[in-house]
């Protein structure tokens, strides 16, 4: 499967379990952890923790590898090697504006010479 097909069923989830405000980032052509980096809010902590559950259930057996999962009371992230999942609420969203730096890391804002 492709990374734009990967991507589409990630978002396509998380918008089906109630995710807000989805982005996604292309980085491929950026020195970064991840080429793609996805961004959700969730409904509260407990829901972010479900979706990273579930979210796994769903993809898992598709071939997807999980490769780890951090969360906190208000932040999830899911590492898929070459794809990050942040699922984190809308305050801790506010809070590390972290759609803002990937804008401006795409950009080149960071780059180094």
């Known amino acids: 499967m492709n990374m ?12 089906s379990k109630k995710a807000e ?3 996604v980032f292309n980085l491929e052509d950026i ?3 991840a080429k793609r980096v996805v961004i959700a809010n969730s409904l509260g902590g407990k ?7 579930q979210l796994k259930d769903e ?3 598709l071939g997807e590898e999980f490769l780890h999962v951090d969360e906190s009371d ?3 992230v899911i590492d898929l090697g070459d794809i990050l999942v942040h699922v984190m609420t809308k ?3 506010q809070t590390y504006s972290l759609e803002a ?6 950009q080149g804002k960071y780059a180094t010479n």
Not at 8 to 14: A, D, G, K, P
Not at 101 to 106: A, G, H, I, T
């Open 91 to 93: 305050d801790a969203r």
């Open 101 to 106: 730096f990937l804008s401006e890391l795409s």
């Open 21 to 23: 405000n989805i982005e």
């Open 74 to 76: 208000d932040w999830v």
């Open 4 to 15: 734009d097909d990967r991507i589409e069923r990630i978002v396509t989830f998380l918008d």
């Open 31 to 33: 020195d970064y952890l």
């Open 59 to 61: 993809l898992k057996p």
């Open 47 to 53: 829901h972010s923790a479900s979706l990273a559950v």
